[in-house]
């Protein structure tokens, strides 16, 4: 039986919790640090227009914002996460590296900030989480400046061919296997390939993401194992 968007939610928050302690480390080793190079790339596409405001939605431990916040010293950083031990781990990195992050609690689908508050918003490895695809996208287009810009990171399906299929093996073997051992959490690490294989093709979160009023493109980095979308207002 499928869940309600409220049972999703629900679940998707309980198993981040668990996973927290461990949640940086599973980052780097099972994507054999290649994440580091996406985010890096998503960080330089969110400032290219000089943003003074930036969003970064689902920012889990931090990874994001703060490099956002390093990259562009001057501008405000609000990290937005729904898993309490998550925030509370990247709240301690910022303070030890002296940066000046907000990370406050939100819904994705009901964010807690005016129309119009930011000129940036960023989410990696986080959208294909929330319980409703263009109830999400229509709430950050909301709370998006006109020209601001919505820059997305994300696992979309596995490509085809022979690397596809070696990838899915992985994907859908040993990273829930190794996640599962060193996060202690089985679950969460068989939720994320079942979630990737359910996620759009590229060509259609650009075609939800147009729907909800953007202009999109995108790119596919490492093969196609990861997606940026680029959606301006």
Request: glycine letters at 8%; proline letters at 8%; zero cysteines.
């Given at each position: ?7 999703k ?11 927290a302690p ?7 080793l ?8 996406w ?6 596409l969110?400032?290219?227009r ?5 969003l970064?939605?689902a ?7 703060l490099?956002?916040?390093r ?8 990290g ?11 709240r ?14 939100g819904d ?11 000129d940036a ?6 959208f294909r989480n ?11 287009r ?15 399906p596995?490509?085809?061919g ?5 990838y ?7 990273l829930?296997?190794?996640?599962g051992l ?7 690490y068989?939720?994320l390939?079942e979630?990737?294989?359910a996620f ?8 939800l ?9 995108y790119?596919?980095?490492?093969f196609?194992v ?5 959606g301006?207002?």
């Open positions: 039986m499928a869940l309600s968007p409220e049972e939610a629900k679940q998707v928050q309980r198993m981040f919790s668990e996973i461990r949640y940086d480390l599973l980052n780097r099972l994507s054999f640090g290649a994440d580091l190079r985010r890096k790339r998503a960080v330089a969110a400032l290219e000089r943003p003074r405001r930036i970064d939605l920012t889990g431990t931090g990874d994001l914002a490099m956002l916040k990259r562009a010293p001057e501008a405000e950083v609000v937005v996460d729904f898993a309490r031990p998550m925030l509370e781990i990247a301690k990195k910022a303070e030890a590296l002296g940066l000046r992050v907000a990370f406050q609690e994705a689908l009901a964010l807690p900030f005016p129309h119009a508050h930011f918003i960023t989410i990696a490895f986080g929330f319980a409703d695809y263009p109830k999400a996208l229509a709430e950050l909301r709370v998006l400046a006109p020209g601001g810009r919505l820059v997305i990171l994300e696992f979309p596995p490509p085809r022979v690397f596809g299929l070696v899915r093996l992985y994907f859908g073997r040993v829930p296997l190794v996640g060193v996060s202690g959490s089985f679950g969460a068989r939720y390939p979630s990737v294989e759009p093709s590229p060509e259609a979160l650009k075609a993401m147009e729907a909800a009023g953007f202009r999109v493109r790119e596919l980095l490492t196609g990861a997606a940026i979308h680029v301006d207002g």
